[in-house]
């Protein structure tokens, strides 16, 4: 009984690092991107003539983007 009490307490005191020496990686796919949207909005000044202006919003679009991560044993 305390052999096996002595080698948990030195497996544990070992740590995560000493435990797992190898690692691999992973395809991980996100999907989120934002995107420039740009129109142009008529306004009209005091006199009542017209003139566009640009306006220049954000969109989120769904784009599949892969990545590698790192995982540990």
Same mark, same amino acid.
């Given at each position: 009984?305390?052999?096996?009490?002595?080698?948990?307490?030195?497996?544990?005191?070992?740590?995560?690092?000493?435990?797992? #020496?190898? /690692?691999?990686? $992973?395809? *991980? !796919?996100?999907?989120?991107?934002?995107? %420039? @949207?740009?129109?142009?909005?008529?306004? &009209?000044?005091?006199?009542? #003539?017209? /003139?566009?202006? $640009?306006? *220049? !919003?954000?969109?989120?679009?769904?784009? %599949? @983007?892969?990545?590698?991560?790192?995982? &540990?044993?």
């Amino acid at each position: 009984m305390l052999s096996v009490a002595v080698a948990t307490a030195l497996a544990l005191a070992a740590g995560p690092s000493q435990a797992c #020496d190898y /690692y691999y990686y $992973r395809t *991980v !796919t996100t999907y989120v991107a934002v995107q %420039p @949207v740009g129109y142009y909005v008529t306004h &009209y000044d005091d006199c009542g #003539d017209a /003139y566009q202006v $640009r306006v *220049v !919003t954000h969109r989120t679009v769904r784009v %599949p @983007v892969a990545r590698q991560e790192k995982v &540990y044993c």
